[in-house]
């Protein structure tokens, strides 16, 4: 592959009759696009079937980058941009100071990348509440000192509340064995009352 560009040198009638131009190989800049556009699309399949959405994040004052997953994962409307602190204002006020906390322990890491990794509970307009899973890294932006977090958010909603089912159960299980021990007790003790 090869750009070609030209401009044409005119006499004084307006006829061309010169081309001064330029040949530039671009075989290798094709390449690396299409390697680029196919691993790109094979990251998109990777998060689409693993029902991940994927954000960017430079800090309260900025906006939040997030695709059409995340959006929904986050309960967040419409298309445009959405600011730092209202996506604050949906985490569970409970929740929003470690997730605060969390993000600035990122920003602030050791280079080259500062990790991110918490599951919080998100307020929807709805009123409702749902379980998320968060992960990312912080990288620098270009040639300046700001670094961005980018990352994926999971929807654990179900998960949490299987294991909160999984620890009543546990739980209704220890009741049944300290019962069935205090029955056993009772039951020797009575034994003995009645061989007597």
């Not at 699309?41 to 954000?55: E, Y």
């Not at 919080?120 to 709805?126: E, T, V």
């Not at 932006?141 to 929807?155: N, Q, W």
Request: hydrophobic share 35%; with cysteine.
């Amino acid at each position: 592959w090869h750009l070609g560009r030209a401009l044409p040198s005119r006499d004084t009638d307006g006829r061309i009759v010169r081309w001064y131009g330029t040949s530039t190989d671009i075989d290798d800049h094709r390449r690396i696009n299409e390697a680029m556009r196919a691993l790109q699309a094979s990251r998109q399949l990777a998060a689409d079937a693993a029902g991940l959405g994927t954000w960017s994040w430079s800090g309260a004052d900025a906006d939040v980058g997030c695709d059409s997953r995340c959006r929904e994962v986050l309960g967040l409307a419409g298309d445009g941009p959405v600011s730092g602190s209202a996506f604050l204002a949906a985490v569970h006020s409970d929740d929003r100071a470690r997730v605060e906390g969390a993000m600035t322990r990122a920003l602030a890491g050791p280079e080259p990348n500062g990790e991110y990794d918490v599951e919080y509970r998100l307020q929807l307009p709805d009123g409702t509440t749902r379980w998320v899973a968060t992960k990312g890294r912080a990288y620098r932006e270009h040639d300046d000192d700001r670094r961005r977090l980018h990352g994926v958010v999971l929807d654990v909603t179900d998960r949490k509340r299987v294991e909160e089912r999984l620890r009543q159960v546990e739980r209704m299980g220890s009741v049944g064995r300290l019962a069935g021990g205090v029955a056993h007790e009772v039951n020797k003790k009575m034994t003995a009352v009645l061989g007597f």
